[in-house]
């Protein structure tokens, strides 16, 4: 059989063009003229409270719920061009109860695409071996069970299946909603990792606004009814909510959440010359919303910021954080 | 057919035969060959082909009705109805309709085999997770790909205890087919109780359907753990 690589290795822009979905049987929609355009390689978090079509919205894309009207185009290409199933063997799909197959070990699990895609035995060897090291498991976990794994590691193998045939497009749903707050920050971190690693168009459903900051290159707010109600970067929505349902969405704290999206290397500090000795100090690498706690529980008004090669950077002052708070 | 010593010969026995002793070795040894030997293997033919048949049966309604709910109730009232028919009874009802024949002798075998193998089933495929069947199809499994690669391996362990059931009391049921047919080794425990019973004879047949029944499902059991190795994974 001949070698078929899914929908391609770059990663591909979608776009939701005027996509509506009604369900049998309910007068409202519930994903109501939805348009929007995913930039390849980006990951778009999807993120609204319940009944507001995130999930819905998510699985048009592949076509596990077909939309009544509009379209939804993947590098231009129509999903409705392609076989439901072709389609769905290029998009990387998981969720939130992972959904790894029990009865086949982590190497099968892995393996399932790539052998649906007719790949040589040898090809998929390897490719399941680099996975399993990609996502963080030991290689002897390939030939265990899913019954034998921790529900962080479970993810891990959720996201290598994923993963294996290469796909241009991933499909998350809440697939860090059942772990652990620890677990689900390792595996966030080890997400935004292999998405440098590999970049895949990301689409990520989620009822955490701090998972969407956290994750998202863009995020698209949606309301009660599928009802976009904001899509732009983490910083401009906390920066500029388009209404006050964004607004409560968001959070009073959104001040100190865009805070918490820069990281000290990324600002122009103040000169360090003259600052007073016993001036409390921290790693560039360091956020300014910790910068700005540091401050507050020092009782200081300036930071003296260590760069990298432990060098001295500079200086960030209190008013320079508010300052940079209120740009738009 | 008149296989083997209907009645036993008291004039030619050992003195163990001419006594109905208990059981006499001498005479089982002698009769292995022409009465007992040839009584096991159409017992077990009988088995195999019931089962079989109520399998393939079982199964094609149990796929029918994991799409479509609405075949599973009057599938399961049908075979628990004929289950709850006495097995004497049925051989009788079936008589008129197909004779004193080996078709007999099947369809009532066939028949109890039904109710347990179709409900062991349709329960097997009801215990797949909703979320595998969701990330199967969200992979891009065809519905063909995820019956076979995940419904039925899923299934198995249920429908394996289903065969385990439907082969033992198959082998116990089948001993009366003796009472349509002379077949299988219900003829030899039906010669043993006639008139005089003749103890060696009864102890030999009813034996070896014993044995039968327990290698069968011994053998059953290791071909159960040998196809869901996934089942007796421990956490480490």
Same mark, same amino acid.
């Given at each position: 059989m001949a070698e078929r690589r899914a929908a391609g290795a770059a990663a591909a822009e979608i776009v939701f063009d005027h996509v509506t979905k009604f369900y049998p049987g309910r007068q409202a929609a519930a994903v109501n003229d939805l348009s929007l355009t995913i930039p390849a390689g980006d990951i778009c978090v999807l993120v609204g409270p319940s009944g507001a079509g995130k999930t819905t919205a998510m699985k048009l894309v592949n076509r596990l719920i077909d939309f009544d009207e509009g379209d939804i185009r993947i590098d231009g290409r129509s999903v409705r061009e392609l076989d439901a199933v072709e389609l769905r063997r290029g998009i990387g799909y998981v969720i939130q109860q992972i959904g790894l197959f029990p009865h086949m070990t982590v190497g099968d699990n892995v393996a399932v695409v790539p052998k649906l895609l007719g790949w040589q035995k040898q090809r998929i060897r390897a490719r399941v071996a680099e996975l399993i090291a990609l996502v963080g498991l030991e290689p002897g976990d390939a030939d265990r069970y899913p019954s034998q794994l921790s529900g962080g590691q479970r993810q891990r193998v959720g996201l290598a299946r994923a993963l294996a045939a290469d796909p241009a497009v991933m499909l998350m749903d809440e697939p860090f909603g059942a772990l652990d707050p620890i677990t689900r920050d390792r595996l966030q971190n080890e997400l935004l990792r292999l998405h440098d690693l590999e970049r895949k168009t990301i689409v990520f459903v989620t009822h955490d606004i701090d998972e969407a900051i956290k994750l998202g290159d863009r995020i698209a707010i949606l309301r009660e009814g599928g009802v976009l109600a904001q899509y732009d970067t983490p910083d401009a929505i906390l920066a500029t909510p388009a209404d006050d349902f964004v607004a409560r969405f968001v959070g009073a704290d959104r001040g100190l959440k865009r805070l918490a #999206?820069?990281? #000290?290397?990324e600002i122009e500090l103040e000169s360090p010359n003259g600052v007073p000795p016993g001036t409390p100090y921290t790693s560039a690498q360091t956020t300014l919303r910790d910068a700005l706690s540091l401050m507050l529980t020092e009782g200081a008004d300036r930071l003296v910021v260590v760069d990298d090669d432990g060098g001295n950077a500079g200086v960030l002052t209190i008013h320079q954080v508010s300052r940079l708070l209120s740009e738009r | 057919m008149s296989g083997g010593p209907v009645i036993p010969n008291f004039g030619e026995g050992s003195s163990c035969v001419l006594h109905n002793d208990l059981f006499c070795s001498d005479w089982f040894t002698q009769n292995w060959s022409p009465v007992l030997q040839p009584a096991l293997v159409q017992h077990i033919e009988l088995t195999a082909k019931a089962v079989g048949i109520g399998f393939v049966i079982a199964f094609a309604f149990a796929i029918v009705a994991r799409r479509f709910r609405i075949v599973e109730r009057p599938f399961s009232l049908l075979s628990a109805f004929v289950y709850t028919i006495p097995s004497l009874a049925l051989f009788q009802l079936l008589i008129p309709v197909t004779g004193l024949t080996d078709t007999t002798v099947l369809i009532a075998l066939v028949g109890y085999t039904l109710l347990i193998l179709f409900r062991n089933t349709v329960e097997g495929f009801r215990a797949v997770p909703a979320d595998v069947l969701e990330s199967a199809r969200g992979m891009g499994l065809t519905g063909l790909q995820t019956l076979w690669r995940i419904e039925l391996p899923l299934a198995l362990p249920s429908i394996m205890a289903g065969v385990r059931i439907a082969v033992v009391s198959t082998i116990s049921l089948a001993t009366i087919a003796a009472f349509v047919r002379p077949v299988g080794l219900g003829h030899p425990i039906f010669d043993a109780i006639q008139d005089n019973i003749f103890k060696t004879e009864l102890f030999a047949a009813g034996g070896l359907a014993v044995a039968l029944a327990i290698g069968c499902d011994a053998i059953l059991v290791a071909a159960q753990r040998g196809l869901t190795p996934w089942t007796r994974a421990k956490r480490s």
């Open positions: #999206l820069r990281k #000290l290397a | -």
